[in-house]
T-cell receptor, first 115, second 115 residues
Framework: AQTVTQSQPEMSVQEAETVTLSCTYD???????LFWYKQPPSRQMILVIR??????QNATENRFSVNFQKAAKSFSLKISDSQLGDTAMYFC????????????FGTGTRLTVIP | GAGVSQTPSNKVTEKGKYVELRCDPI?????LYWYRQSLGQGPEFLIY????????DSGLPNDRFFAVRPEGSVSTLKIQRTERGDSAVYLC?????????????FGPGTRLLVL
């Protein structure tokens, strides 16, 4: 079974500063995908960034980057130059590379960007 | 380009009633997923369709829950004899083919309240 743990229920950051959200996971799979999704108050989940486990290079998407530590089963999200529009729930998620196609989500971190 | 749409946005029903929740995926997407998000939790997988067939229904909690996708496009999630514990946001997602390399695009969800 796969589990995803987000140990920070809430975080806040000043506008233009940098914040890191933590995620750990547990799996016996060797190959898999990891994701960060953003869920604003509108409820619509939006993909922020994706990492393939067999790739050692950390994924980056503009102001968003990850620190993927496969041995430690850690997958943190760094948001640089935080903007007010980044205020949302952030969910870390896991998907097996073969077989099941569904996402396993953590419980989320509520991020508030303070002006 | 239309995204994933879900109707109704909100549904209030009484314990014991039957409800249907509808999902319109992005045109051309063969993979469709249903998730359930309880208050304060991350989404939990319910069922995955590839085309018209349910490829994985291992997340359905019991036989009161059923979903169909008869023409490989629109999907309906059906809940019989609703219980108060069924109250949650039901999210639908679609992707082009399925698998971790494909982005799952989510709809805004249907908030179900069982009184």
């Amino acid at each position: 079974a796969q589990t995803v743990t987000q140990s920070q229920p809430e975080m806040s950051v000043q506008e233009a500063e940098t914040v890191t959200l933590s995620c750990t996971y547990d799996t016996s799979e060797n190959n898999y995908y990891l994701f960060w999704y953003k869920q604003p108050p509108s409820r619509q989940m939006i993909l922020v960034i994706r990492q393939e486990a067999y790739k050692q290079q950390n994924a980056t998407e503009n102001r968003f980057s990850v620190n993927f530590q496969k041995a430690a089963k850690s997958f943190s999200l760094k948001i640089s130059d935080s903007q007010l529009g980044d205020t949302a729930m952030y969910f870390c998620a896991f998907m097996k590379a073969t077989g099941a196609n569904n996402l396993f989500f953590g419980t989320g971190t509520r991020l508030t960007v303070i002006p | 380009g239309a995204g994933v749409s879900q109707t109704p946005s909100n549904k209030v029903t009484e314990k014991g009633k039957y409800v249907e929740l509808r999902c319109d995926p992005i045109s051309g997407h063969t993979a469709l997923y249903w998730y359930r998000q309880s208050l304060g939790q991350g989404p939990e997988f319910l069922i995955y369709f590839q085309g018209t067939g349910a490829a994985d229904d291992s997340g359905l909690p019991n036989d009161r829950f059923f979903a169909v996708r008869p023409e490989g496009s629109v999907s309906t999630l059906k809940i019989q004899r609703t219980e108060r514990g069924d109250s949650a946001v039901y999210l639908c997602a679609s992707s082009l083919r399925g698998g971790g390399r494909e982005t799952q695009y989510f709809g805004p969800g249907t908030r179900l309240l069982v009184l």
